[in-house]
Each structure stands twice: as structure tokens, then as C-alpha cells.
């Protein structure tokens, strides 16, 4: 049971360069969440999915996309990259809403 | 003003010392409280949840006071693998089931 699972750990991109950012859970969790973590700010939502089919907005969702492919599957994509989107990703899932399992993290550095 | 504000600390206590954490939260939707665990580099756990009566769960006992929008996170016997970030979260209800909002995180360091 690998939980949530993140990939890349690590990128670096240069401003203007797109990516997408992929998550995976196989714990059957109907709800699927996309934070940025940055110095002082705490975790911030950009995307969540509540259950497959279904996207919404959260907080910071301006630069960024996602894709609900399935239930497992939760992707957040990056059109065109900005030096303010260096940050720390995280991918979470949930059963019941509150009790968020969190991937490893995506470390991404835009130049 | 920040949803749930957290003293971000660091708060620097030896072994078996006894250290209280406070969170303040705006929003009086906010119907769900929990604080989490973050180590250093790594992703957040659940730590605990937070009820109005207060709850304990060993060395650690959380409690929640609605009328002045207030959370505390007590940890007793502090260890050395207590050091970490803890952060409180509160949750709405309704159409905003299972969004959190994080507190910005406080930073425990336990010496020996």
C-alpha cells in the first residue's frame, strides 16, 4: 500500500516552460486536493476534486490547471511557469474529508 | 487577517517539559478543528482532532473554545522526537466539506 504518491520530487524549470505534476492514491479516497507550501504562509489549496468528475477552486488557483483522470488520479498543470511558483506541492487524499493523507512533495524552482 | 493564525514560535524546551501551543481562527463557519504534524522536509500527518470538550490522546491533549475562537494543542513529557512543526487546521462544513485551511505552522524544538 503505497498511500499517495507524488512524481517528480524535484524539478527546476525556467519561466515561461510548462509542466504537469502527477498524483496517485490507492487508498479508494473519493477526494483529491492539490496545497503549495510556502515560507510563512502555511499551506495553501489551489484545486480540489471532491470526487471523480468534479474539480473546483481553492484558494490560489491562478497559473495553475488540474485533471481528475480517474479516481486514483489527480494532476496539476502548469501552462506557463513563474518565478512566484517556486514552491513545495503537495498532493492529498481523503475518505471522509478531514483526515488528509499527504504525498512526499513536489520541490519545484522556477528560474 | 490570516483565517488561523499560529504563533510560528520556534519554541525551544528540554526533555520532559511540558509546552502549550494556542491558535486563533476568524472564521466562525469553521465547524471542524485538527492539528497536524509536519517534520522537517517531509509532508504533513494528522496528529489529532479537535473537540469542544477536549481530547487526549496520550502525552498530548487538544481543546477547543468556540465562544473566544480559540484552539490549544498541550504536549506533557516532551521527547526529543516531539521537534517538529504543528500545525493547526479548522475545516467548514456544507459546500466547503473536506477544504482545510492551515495555520502558518509553529516550530517545536526538543534538546536534551
Given at each position: 500500500?503505497?498511500?499517495?504518491?507524488?512524481?517528480?520530487?524535484?524539478?527546476?524549470?525556467?519561466?515561461?516552460?510548462?509542466?504537469?505534476?502527477?498524483?496517485?492514491?490507492?487508498?479508494?479516497?473519493?477526494?483529491?486536493?492539490?496545497?503549495?507550501?510556502?515560507?510563512?504562509?502555511?499551506?495553501?489549496?489551489?484545486?480540489?476534486?471532491?470526487?471523480?468528475?468534479?474539480?473546483?477552486?481553492?484558494?490560489?488557483?491562478?497559473?495553475?490547471?488540474?485533471?481528475?483522470?480517474?479516481?486514483?488520479?489527480?494532476?496539476?498543470?502548469?501552462?506557463?511557469?513563474?518565478?512566484?511558483?517556486?514552491?513545495?506541492?503537495?498532493?492529498?487524499?481523503?475518505?471522509?474529508?478531514?483526515?488528509?493523507?499527504?504525498?512526499?512533495?513536489?520541490?519545484?524552482?522556477?528560474? | 487577517?490570516?483565517?488561523?493564525?499560529?504563533?510560528?514560535?520556534?519554541?525551544?524546551?528540554?526533555?520532559?517539559?511540558?509546552v502549550a501551543f494556542n491558535c486563533t481562527y476568524s472564521n466562525s463557519a469553521s465547524?471542524?478543528?485538527?492539528?497536524?504534524?509536519?517534520?522537517?522536509?517531509?509532508?504533513?500527518?494528522?496528529?489529532?482532532?479537535v473537540y469542544s470538550s477536549g481530547n487526549e490522546d496520550g502525552r498530548f491533549t487538544?481543546?477547543?473554545?468556540?465562544?473566544?475562537?480559540?484552539?490549544?494543542?498541550?504536549?506533557?513529557?516532551s521527547k526529543l522526537s516531539d521537534s517538529a512543526t504543528y500545525l493547526c487546521v479548522?475545516?467548514?462544513?456544507?459546500?466547503?466539506?473536506?477544504?482545510?485551511?492551515?495555520?502558518?505552522?509553529?516550530?517545536?524544538?526538543?534538546?536534551?
Amino acid at each position: 500500500n503505497a498511500g499517495v504518491t507524488q512524481t517528480p520530487k524535484f524539478q527546476v524549470l525556467k519561466t515561461g516552460q510548462s509542466m504537469t505534476l502527477q498524483c496517485a492514491q490507492d487508498m479508494n479516497h473519493n477526494s483529491m486536493y492539490w496545497y503549495r507550501q510556502d515560507p510563512g504562509m502555511g499551506l495553501r489549496l489551489i484545486y480540489y476534486s471532491a470526487s471523480e468528475g468534479t474539480t473546483d477552486k481553492g484558494e490560489v488557483p491562478n497559473g495553475y490547471n488540474v485533471s481528475r483522470l480517474n479516481k486514483r488520479e489527480f494532476s496539476l498543470r502548469l501552462e506557463s511557469a513563474a518565478p512566484s511558483q517556486t514552491s513545495v506541492y503537495f498532493c492529498a487524499s481523503t475518505l471522509n474529508g478531514y483526515e488528509q493523507y499527504f504525498g512526499p512533495g513536489t520541490r519545484l524552482t522556477v528560474t | 487577517r490570516k483565517e488561523v493564525e499560529q504563533d510560528p514560535g520556534p519554541f525551544n524546551v528540554p526533555e520532559g517539559a511540558t509546552v502549550a501551543f494556542n491558535c486563533t481562527y476568524s472564521n466562525s463557519a469553521s465547524q471542524s478543528f485538527f492539528w497536524y504534524r509536519q517534520d522537517c522536509r517531509k509532508e504533513p500527518k494528522l496528529l489529532m482532532s479537535v473537540y469542544s470538550s477536549g481530547n487526549e490522546d496520550g502525552r498530548f491533549t487538544a481543546q477547543l473554545n468556540r465562544a473566544s475562537q480559540y484552539i490549544s494543542l498541550l504536549i506533557r513529557d516532551s521527547k526529543l522526537s516531539d521537534s517538529a512543526t504543528y500545525l493547526c487546521v479548522g475545516a467548514a462544513g456544507g459546500t466547503s466539506y473536506g477544504k482545510l485551511t492551515f495555520g502558518q505552522g509553529t516550530i517545536l524544538t526538543v534538546h536534551p
